[in-house]
């Protein structure tokens, strides 16, 4: 069963594919183009030139498993690419951004919720006097 998680590594050939190819040849580029083994657990992600069509291969006990998705709008974003590697380096976080056909940049996250001032002034308050008389006491007693 195919199942990527964060424990994985996840690797993007830097070069657009064929979609065509199958298991053999998606083997033998990640073999010379990207200097790696498909058989060592790594998922390896390949993209056509207009980047709209994107499969993973991974190899799994028992066999490789392919994964292919077509965007119907849009195109996958790229992540930045290191020189010395021959591949990009991906987290399973951008990973699922780039599957859902999401850029990391457009990607915001939520801001934690807003802290009034009167809360701020009394955490203040209980932080100082925690570092300055070294005890610790409940700040929502200075709140009341």
Not at 22 to 44: C, H, I, K
Not at 67 to 91: I, M, Q, T
Request: aromatic share 14%; charged share 30%; hydrophobic share 35%.
């Amino acid at each position: 069963m195919f199942s990527p998680n964060e424990s994985v590594r996840y690797r993007l050939c830097p070069s657009s594919q064929d979609m065509r190819k199958g298991f053999d040849v998606l083997s033998g580029v990640v073999r010379s183009d990207m200097g790696r083994d498909p058989l060592t657990g790594e998922v390896f992600i390949f993209m056509n030139r207009s980047r709209t069509t994107i499969k993973l291969l991974h190899w799994e006990r028992g066999g490789l498993v392919l994964y292919h998705k077509r965007l119907e709008k849009g195109r996958f974003s790229l992540p930045v690419f290191y020189g010395k590697s021959r591949c990009y380096h991906l987290l399973w976080r951008d990973l699922v951004l780039m599957v859902e056909g999401l850029s990391p940049e457009k990607v915001r996250r939520k801001k934690d919720s807003k802290i009034s001032h009167k809360t701020h002034k009394y955490l203040l308050f209980y932080l100082v006097n925690c570092l300055f008389f070294r005890t610790f006491v409940s700040w929502k007693q200075y709140k009341n």
